[in-house]
């Protein structure tokens, strides 16, 4: 059975940096591209950022562009996004998701592309 954990969400002010961390257990991490979506208080889940399998394909949403960053460490199994300039915008619960199929060529940024989701990390930017 697959598992996904995050990490590192907590309460920051506005123009602060944070990262969260995704650790995935269960199947071959390193064959799978990864990806973070968050939802926000009366909105629907939106994509944030995804990453290939590989780490060499990166793509990210225009709100996020040039702020966010995602990277993965398949040794550790765990996907990571760094998150630069927070606003309060980007108040959400945080989710990462694991792709479907193994070695897949196209990123997908929808969410149901991903069969797998971890439960989620808060993060709150706030004076």
């Known amino acids: 059975q697959v598992h996904l954990v995050e990490s590192g969400g907590g309460l920051v002010q506005p123009g602060a940096s944070q990262r969260l961390s995704c650790t995935a257990s269960?199947?071959?991490?390193?064959?799978?591209?990864m990806a973070w979506f968050r939802e926000a208080p009366g909105k629907e889940r939106e994509f944030v950022a995804a990453?290939?399998?590989?780490?060499?394909?990166?793509y990210y949403a225009d709100s996020v562009k040039g702020r966010f960053t995602i990277s993965r460490d398949n040794a550790k199994s765990t996907v990571y996004l760094q998150m630069d300039g927070l606003e309060p915008e980007d108040t959400a619960l945080y989710y990462c998701?694991?792709?479907?199929?193994?070695?897949?060529?196209?990123?997908?940024?929808?969410?149901?592309?991903?069969?797998?989701w971890g439960q989620g990390t808060q993060v709150t930017v706030s004076s």
């Open positions: 998701a694991s792709g479907g199929r193994a070695y897949a060529v196209l990123v997908d940024i929808t969410a149901s592309r991903y069969d797998y």
């Open positions: 269960g199947r071959t991490f390193s064959a799978y591209n």
């Open positions: 990453i290939g399998w590989s780490g060499r394909q990166t």
